[in-house]
């Protein structure tokens, strides 16, 4: 028979491991086991990382953790329906609470929203509490304490200049910062995004809406005097109708500044079909290609293969079968060394599938690739890293 254990016994930094896997609730519970775990619920080390979920009324007890523990929290995630008001009501107050702390340590935020915007939404509630959150540091406190990594694509929020203004203004430590949401209209202009790059110089990596970018924005990441930007990211939309191209001499000087950068371009069913071959510059250095535009689009495909034969290692394609494609991803595969991620959600011929499988065996390694010789009546679930 094996012999009884005494949980209690457990070393205090087993306690803290087992306690991160568990949801608040189940946290405190087994908390409750013994006056040692309860001590482990109370240490700042198992604070510095949080998610807080609102999908229901029952969980806006979670709020009441940011006064009593916030100030030990280094990264904070918040999901949520938005379809419902308390859901949003209870992660406002998070933001806003985080905002007030007298001593607060947050490096970064993370927002995703999983439900549908209610008619005529805006957001106004959360443009207002981020506001706050990216205000001045309470008790002026030093640089040590301000945010690192933004990640707001999951906020389907219509954004202005004045939310990311107030950022760059307090916290020129930023590092990372991703806008990249799902609104249909993008308000944040390039004098913003400029304004945001000339203030925060130790940026690597942001991701914006092409029509957010301007040649002075990639001037001012050539400047020496401030930390190599490692990722850019871009996406094309339907303003880019309107918009007018970086040039290739300004992206030929931001390669000779910039050797190590990576490029993310992306192109959605909105932006018109003639702008996506003018935008695709031989100059940038895409490694990630991403032409998710409903329509044929072999004849890109092979752009892709001209002009980043050397640097591409991941593509992403929403389009339309056909023999032009077959014959064009194959020649992208033959050419592009680097392949690592290939998502093509339409179906492709057997044999193109096989030569491609052979041409990168990492693929089926990393399991990174999404191609089928089949249609399937259900959606198509896509390998990783999509």
Same mark, same amino acid.
């Given at each position: 028979?094996?012999?009884?254990?005494?949980?209690?016994?457990?070393p205090e930094h087993v306690v803290v491991k087992i306690f991160t896997c568990l949801t608040?609730?189940?946290?405190?519970?087994?908390?409750?086991?013994?006056?040692?775990?309860?001590? &482990?619920?109370?240490?700042?080390?198992l604070w510095r990382h949080f998610d807080y979920y609102f999908y229901t009324k029952s969980q806006?007890?979670?709020? !009441?953790?940011?006064?009593?523990?916030?100030?030990?929290?280094?990264?904070?995630?918040?999901?949520?329906?938005?379809?419902?008001?308390?859901?949003?009501?209870?992660?406002?107050?998070?933001?806003?609470?985080? =905002?007030?702390?007298? /001593?607060?340590? @947050?490096?970064?935020?993370?927002?995703?929203?999983?439900?549908?915007?209610?008619?005529?939404?805006?957001?106004?509630?959360?443009?207002?509490?981020?506001?706050?959150?990216?205000?001045?540091?309470?008790?002026?406190?030093?640089?040590?304490?301000? @945010?690192?990594? $933004?990640?707001?694509?999951?906020?389907?929020?219509?954004?202005?200049?004045?939310?990311?203004?107030?950022?760059?203004?307090? /916290?020129?430590?930023?590092?990372?910062?991703?806008?990249?949401?799902?609104?249909?209209?993008?308000?944040?202009?390039?004098?913003? %995004?400029?304004?945001? %790059?000339?203030?925060?110089?130790?940026? !690597?990596?942001?991701?914006?809406?092409?029509?957010?970018?301007?040649?002075?924005?990639?001037?001012?990441?050539?400047?020496?005097?401030?930390?190599?930007?490692? #990722?850019?990211?871009?996406?094309?939309?339907?303003?880019?109708?309107?918009?007018?191209?970086?040039?290739?001499?300004?992206?030929?000087?931001?390669?000779?500044?910039?050797?190590?950068?990576?490029?993310?371009?992306?192109?959605?069913?909105?932006?018109?079909? #003639?702008?996506?071959?003018?935008?695709?510059?031989?100059?940038?250095?895409?490694? $990630?290609?991403?032409?998710?535009?409903?329509?044929?689009?072999?004849?890109?495909?092979?752009? =892709?293969?001209?002009?980043? #034969?050397?640097?591409?290692?991941?593509?992403?394609?929403?389009?339309?079968?056909?023999?032009?494609?077959?014959?064009?991803?194959?020649?992208?595969?033959?050419?592009?060394? !680097?392949?690592? =991620?290939?998502?093509?959600? &339409? %179906?492709?011929?057997?044999? &193109?599938?096989?030569?491609? /499988? =052979?041409? /990168?065996?990492?693929? !089926?390694?990393?399991?990174?690739?999404?191609?089928?010789?089949?249609?399937?009546?259900?959606?198509?679930?896509?390998?990783?890293? &999509?």
């Amino acid at each position: 028979m094996a012999s009884s254990q005494d949980w209690s016994s457990l070393p205090e930094h087993v306690v803290v491991k087992i306690f991160t896997c568990l949801t608040l609730g189940d946290r405190y519970n087994a908390a409750l086991t013994c006056r040692d775990w309860l001590h &482990c619920f109370s240490l700042p080390y198992l604070w510095r990382h949080f998610d807080y979920y609102f999908y229901t009324k029952s969980q806006e007890r979670l709020v !009441k953790s940011v006064q009593l523990y916030g100030q030990s929290m280094k990264s904070v995630y918040i999901e949520l329906d938005q379809g419902e008001a308390e859901n949003r009501d209870n992660a406002c107050k998070v933001l806003t609470g985080l =905002a007030k702390l007298p /001593h607060r340590r @947050l490096q970064r935020i993370r927002i995703k929203c999983t439900g549908e915007n209610p008619l005529f939404y805006v957001g106004q509630e959360f443009k207002e509490a981020l506001t706050d959150l990216f205000g001045q540091v309470a008790n002026g406190q030093g640089l040590s304490n301000q @945010l690192l990594e $933004v990640d707001l694509s999951g906020l389907p929020v219509a954004y202005d200049d004045s939310v990311f203004d107030v950022l760059s203004q307090n /916290h020129p430590n930023l590092e990372r910062l991703n806008i990249l949401n799902s609104i249909l209209v993008c308000k944040v202009t390039p004098q913003c %995004v400029l304004r945001l %790059v000339t203030r925060c110089r130790k940026l !690597k990596e942001i991701q914006v809406f092409y029509s957010s970018m301007s040649e002075d924005i990639l001037e001012a990441f050539t400047e020496g005097n401030r930390i190599p930007l490692q #990722h850019l990211s871009m996406k094309c939309r339907r303003e880019e109708k309107y918009g007018r191209d970086l040039s290739d001499d300004m992206w030929k000087r931001v390669v000779q500044a910039l050797p190590d950068l990576h490029v993310t371009l992306a192109f959605d069913n909105t932006c018109p079909l #003639h702008k996506v071959s003018q935008i695709m510059n031989p100059q940038i250095p895409v490694s $990630v290609l991403r032409l998710e535009t409903f329509t044929r689009i072999y004849e890109e495909v092979n752009l =892709a293969t001209d002009f980043y #034969h050397d640097s591409l290692e991941k593509l992403v394609l929403q389009t339309r079968p056909s023999a032009e494609l077959n014959k064009a991803l194959l020649r992208l595969s033959s050419c592009c060394p !680097k392949l690592r =991620a290939l998502h093509v959600f &339409c %179906v492709l011929d057997r044999a &193109c599938i096989e030569k491609i /499988h =052979a041409d /990168h065996p990492i693929l !089926k390694e990393k399991g990174s690739y999404t191609l089928k010789d089949t249609m399937e009546p259900h959606p198509w679930i896509s390998g990783r890293d &999509c």
